[in-house]
């Protein structure tokens, strides 16, 4: 259904006095990391209580997961509605009131192969924050080649029984529940097929945590241990055997789900930094400018991308791994000038009278050394690109 | 070929870029430049070929209705441009749609609008004298005497011989004026043919006395001569380089696809295959930027120099890098003047001296960014 213009008009007043009444002031500023609303009840009250009252309003309202139907926990809006939201959210700068995998992994893999009951059940404590998810798909010798995947899944009357190991299940300590790829057929003709997916509730005995340092300090990054995890046969999402195809639509949405990095990237002061340090070398000046210069090239990019997968366009996909690789790099050379600006600064771990009072940019700056790998890496990306959208031969 | 074009527009512009690309098709513009590099001859181009791309509406695309032109937006010239960058046309579209164009219709006076008629009608080719870096005062300067100016200086421009008339940026007393000049009255001298085919040559201003209708616009400061250059021009030519990049691009991808060594096709060793993606990624930057700064041009933005600059930078860089790495890629077929990937290897070096080279144009975009030289007190 097309949306008449003046309907259109008609509910942007409508959200706009809505969010005039409804998002909290200390919600319509620049969102610190330690306030991110990934909901869920293990990982404890988030710092700013504005930040759960935000969450809990929008989910209510719909606002959540704006396009996925009433009956599912969504607010039941077209595209075009969705649009105004957004639209009206970034004019008052309002923060997301919600993010996190389930929101933006799992629901479009529930909306695809869920089950009625399925759908019904998972999706609107997702879009109410009151369940996190975490993702359980790479294991210590399944990480780019995933299909090699090697955990066990046995049927056992209506449970099946999990064994073997997970690990980067990014906040496995505080996530609730897991979407968790296990191969059920060891003798599927192909690696990929064999394999299904399910859901499973972390307080189930059997499966322990332990988070893994990495270099940046952060623990949310876990290993996920199975030692005989029932699991009901009802929470297999898609068929049996089939979960390689579930999995895609995850990928996939993980890959386009590249817009909180792309933001995140722009946090890095280059520019000001630049000119504070009054910096003179003249190739950190050209780096400095370059670095706008591809900014500005993401920025356009991105649009094009959304005006062809807007009109339909086919090939509009391969923006996805496109993405990916310019904004993880464009990103990168980002964060190492950041750090070299801010030279002793920028390489402190902690102590000292840090500018800004905290080491964040260094640890940023750590973190993005990821984003060429997490969620596919550039590698996996380059293969993508050649095989499926240059045609080049396979070997 | 990849599909790396850009998003398809009304109805009427998609025929007419489909009837460009058609008579491109057969007028194998390559081979043509191929030959020019071996056979001896007095003109880059071909004079009726580009009286046949007048008729196809090509030299009055971005021309106004009121002038007798198309009057498409910048957005669809570049779309025409882009279509002759891949096809390495040798008739001097760089030159007169991409510069003496946007230079003619920012001038507002009766003089450029009759050059633009000429233009439009496929009657008048016009070069244009642009520095690659930032203009050069008293290069060539004139100064009142009576009723004429006497002009005195010396410049390079392209495309000449071949063109009717050159533009010239002339220092007077309170700035600038482009001049518009017959370039055989001045004896052009130590004409050269560029690695491209393309000619240049050098017109000397030994005190020749013009009269003052010869200046086709106002007198302006060095920024406002240079703009519609630095801008539409700029715009313009990046998206000549980017389709120059694009096809040998393509050209690259399908020699992948059927050259074999070590009883493999090419194509299918990774190591080529990430380099081959890796300018894929690029090339979508840049067809991003050059279209963006062709619709910020149409819609008048105030970031449209940025972008413009931003195109021009990354469409230069881009298209050396590609053009390079497509002769790598061939190995030594590459090499050979046989090879289509050389022409464009030398082509895109002769296109990125139109309208500010890249490095000029980075420099311009930082600057409009704010980013410029801190002081070092």
Redesign the interface.
Known sequence: MIAQVSDVEEFRQEIRGWLEQNCPPAMRTPMPGDEVPYGGKRGGPVKNSDTQKWTELAGARGLTLPTVPKEWGGGGLTDAEAKVVAQEMRRINARPPLVGSGLALLVPALLAYGTEEQKRTFIPPIARGEVRWCQGFSEPEAGSDLASLRMSAESDGSDYVLNGQKTWTSFATVADWMFCLARTDPNAPTRQQGISMFLIDMETSGLSVRPIRLINGDTEFCESFFDNVRVPAENILGELNRGWDVAKVLLRAEREDVRPWIEASYSFPV?EL??EQ???AAEI??R???S??DR???D??M??AR??AA?GDA?AE??AN?LK??NGEYQQERAELAVYLLGEDGLTWSGGELLGGDAATTRDWLTSRAFSIAGGST?IQ??I???R??????? | M??IST?VGTDEIQDFLDVASKFLGKRGSVAFVRDLLTEEHDVAFDRECWEAQAQLGWTSIAIPESLGGAGYPWSTAGRLVQLCGENLVPEPILSTICLATPLLLAQGSEQAESILKGIGAGELIVAVVAPVGALQKDEVRAVKHGDVWKVSGSVSVFDVPGADLVLVPVTVADGYRWLAVDPYVLEPRGTRMLIDGHHSTTLDFDDVEVPAEKFVGPVLNAEETLAPILTVGAALVSAWLFGTAARAFSIT?DY??VRSQFG??I????A???R???L??EL??????V??ALSALDAGSSDAA??AS?AR??AGDLALRVTAEAIQLHGGIGMTHEADVGLYFKSARVANQFGGDHVFH??R??SL????????Q
């Open positions: 520019v630049w000119r009054r910096c003179t000046t050209q400095v400018i370059q706008e210069l500005l090239g993401l356009a990019l649009d094009r005006a062809d009109r090939r391969r923006f496109i690789i310019v590698e380059l293969n690109l050649s095989k959208w240059l045609g080049l031969p396979v070997a | 990849n599909d998003s991808v992948l696809k493999a096709l194509g299918s060793y990774q080529l295959q990430h081959a993606s890796r894929y990624c979508e930057v840049a067809t991003s930027v279209e963006a940025l972008l931003a930078a990354r980075r420099a975009a930082g960014l704010g980013i410029e030289g801190n002081s070092s």
